[in-house]
């Protein structure tokens, strides 16, 4: 995993660690495409994330935050876990396009967190995007509602180190094993994206339309086979690939349908796919 830069989970290997976080990177634009930079992303203790909105949601609407699953407060969760409506008091550094903080964002809930299938987490806030538009002029990120396609030019933004990475997206993977985790249909970057520790939860941006399209969580170091940093391929025959220095994410078209008016955790709704407890 693109791991938490956290003491407690020191039994990993932590790449990047003590390294000194990099400048800002400059606004890039896409041909074409939109600006893409730090507003609406922010900084975790350990990780990084994004103020999120999906088709559907309303000013109105409590703010969520997307990071992923290996970066929730009270630990991993385990294979086949998934936590809902759990009480928090997590708190975010949200910033500015330049990178610089502006406030800080506290949940009051996990709304959703596993390891299964994907590596999320989503938190909500106790504000509104309406709250935040107008005390800081940041809006939220939205989250694409379509499979991505391969070959998109993408910008993994990390909170965390401040730090931008560009490449594009090389294809998807059937399975990504790593240790007991088991994710399906992942992204897989192109080498450009050599993302660190510390960039956990970044949001993955389409640089065309500035949406989020997956949530950056892992890469294989040293090219060992599915263990913990260093996840394999696996395809529909069982056959297993092993890309050393190439690095992941979590694809999120499937978690708006998941949530109903007023931005509520629906596991039963109609095409909602994501892992039920």
Partial sequence: MNKPLLAALSSLAIAGLGATPAAAAPQAKAAHGVTVNFAGTVSLSNCSGSVIRFPGSADTDPALVLTNGHCLETGFPAPGQVI?????????????????????????????????????????????????????????????????????????????????????????????????????????YTSACNTIGGTSGSPVIDTATGKVVAVNNTGNEDGRRCTENNPCEVDESGNVTVRQGINYAEETYNIPACFTTGNKLNLSASGCTLPKP
């Avoid at 409506?85 to 709304?111: H, I, P, W, Y």
């Avoid at 800081?136 to 730090?163: F, N």
Wanted: proline share 2%.
């Fill in 84 to 188: 809902t409506g759990q009480s928090s008091s997590r708190s975010f550094g949200l910033l500015n396009s330049s990178g610089r903080k502006v406030a800080t964002l506290r949940a009051n809930q996990v709304v959703y967190s596993t390891m299964t299938d994907t590596d999320v987490t989503i938190y909500r806030t106790t504000t509104t995007y309406a709250a935040i538009k107008n005390s800081y002029g940041i809006g939220p990120l939205t989250v694409q509602d379509t499979h991505p396609v391969a070959g998109t030019a993408i910008k993994v933004v990390s909170g965390y180190w401040k730090r931008v990475y560009s490449c594009n997206i090389d294809g998807f993977v059937y399975r990504l094993k790593e240790g007991g985790w088991t994710w399906k249909d992942s992204v897989r």
